[in-house]
């Protein structure tokens, strides 16, 4: 074991235990960090991508499957009721409710999708947060908050 003498490094006491020289090892803490956040973002982005474009695919076979059976329903309704088959009425209107479901399905999707665009921009822009969701609802509590009124106190 090698010591160095005290009088060469006042401040510190360094023991050397290995015969080869010792490397410090300095971490940049602050690069580190920006490193994590820029692969959170890289693998926000990708999974944004992936997401809208099965989005947008599943609404394109929402948006076919309306107009079919919509058409269906009204088609079937029709002659049931020209016919007077009471069973194939409910039949055409099973079917005009399948077409509205998908429809309250596609504009679902194509508001994730609009908020999942906006993500994708705002990692373009560099202004992304990674808690959109809740900041979104803490700001239309607060703005519900302070939209509301209170109710002046009637002095009789």
Not at 24 to 47: C, G, H, M, Y
Not at 88 to 105: D, P
Not at 112 to 124: A, E, R, V, Y
Request: hydrophobic letters at 40%; glycine letters at 4%.
């Amino acid at each position: 074991m090698n010591e160095i003498s005290p009088d060469e490094y006042p401040e510190q006491k360094i023991l050397l235990v290995e015969s080869k020289p010792m490397t410090p090892v300095v971490v940049n803490i602050e690069a580190e960090i920006q490193k994590l956040f820029d692969n959170n973002r890289l693998s926000d982005l990708k999974s944004f991508m992936k997401k809208r474009r099965r989005l947008n695919v599943m609404n394109t076979f929402l948006m076919y499957g309306f107009h079919i059976f919509q058409s269906a329903g009204i088609l079937t309704t029709t002659i049931a009721t020209g016919y007077n088959f009471r069973e194939l009425i409910w039949v055409g209107v099973g079917l005009n409710v399948l077409s509205s479901l998908m429809n309250i399905f596609e504009k679902i999707n194509t508001s994730i999708s609009t908020n999942l665009m906006k993500n994708i921009t705002s990692i373009k822009e560099g202004t992304y947060v990674d808690e959109g969701v809740i900041v979104n609802d803490i700001k239309k509590d607060s703005k519900s908050a302070t939209s509301e009124k209170p109710e002046a106190d009637s002095v009789d």
